[in-house]
């Protein structure tokens, strides 16, 4: 598993080097539709956090607090952890694995063309592992989407996808 924010940083690569801008709400849905694509292929979990079910959509909590300084606007910088070592902030690498580097570079040919809200909007349908948190939840915000639901809905998609002969 990888945590949220190498992943995170992988996207704000790419987006810097097609010349696009990504806000953080669209960082946070590129995100969580890689960790659920993967999880459909793989049935492993991508990232070493639970994701929430949030009123505008599933959140990963690391992210939105490593973000939320710049609210709806374009981010301008990477997620950084602490060094204990250097006893201050360092930039957390994106993954050095060059087959997750490419599945990464799948998802952002898919959804990277689309706006945050456009992306929000999506995970909003009938049926997604948010809607039915959300629904089950009354709204609370902080409900972990369970991954057993993110799995089997994109394993789900997976199959459908394969059988219509349309690579991902």
């Given at each position: 598993?990888?945590?949220?924010?190498?992943?995170?940083?992988y996207f704000l690569d790419l987006a810097a080097a097609s010349g696009q801008a990504i806000t953080p709400m669209k960082?946070?849905?590129?995100?969580?539709?890689?960790?659920?694509?993967?999880?459909?292929?793989?049935?492993?979990?991508?990232?070493?956090?639970?994701?929430?079910?949030?009123?505008?959509?599933?959140?990963?909590?690391?992210?939105?607090?490593?973000?939320?300084?710049?609210?709806?606007?374009?981010?301008?910088?990477?997620?950084?952890?602490?060094?204990?070592?250097?006893?201050?902030?360092?930039?957390?690498?994106?993954?050095?694995?060059?087959?997750?580097?490419?599945?990464?570079?799948?998802?952002?040919?898919?959804?990277?063309?689309?706006?945050?809200?456009?992306?929000?909007?999506?995970?909003?349908?009938?049926?997604?592992?948010?809607?039915?948190?959300?629904?089950?939840?009354?709204?609370?915000?902080?409900?972990?989407?369970?991954?057993?639901?993110?799995?089997?809905?994109?394993?789900?998609?997976?199959?459908?996808?394969?059988?219509?002969?349309?690579?991902?």
């Amino acid at each position: 598993m990888h945590s949220p924010k190498s992943v995170a940083n992988y996207f704000l690569d790419l987006a810097a080097a097609s010349g696009q801008a990504i806000t953080p709400m669209k960082l946070q849905k590129l995100v969580y539709y890689a960790h659920g694509w993967y999880a459909g292929y793989t049935e492993q979990p991508l990232i070493n956090e639970p994701v929430e079910a949030w009123q505008y959509g599933p959140v990963i909590p690391s992210l939105y607090h490593e973000f939320k300084r710049f609210g709806a606007r374009v981010i301008k910088g990477k997620a950084t952890d602490v060094d204990f070592d250097r006893e201050g902030f360092c930039e957390v690498p994106p993954p050095s694995d060059p087959n997750l580097r490419a599945f990464l570079d799948n998802i952002w040919k898919s959804y990277g063309r689309y706006t945050g809200i456009a992306l929000s909007e999506m995970t909003h349908a009938s049926g997604s592992p948010w809607h039915e948190t959300w629904s089950k939840c009354a709204g609370m915000k902080g409900t972990d989407i369970p991954f057993s639901a993110i799995k089997d809905h994109f394993k789900s998609a997976v199959l459908k996808t394969n059988l219509q002969g349309v690579v991902v």
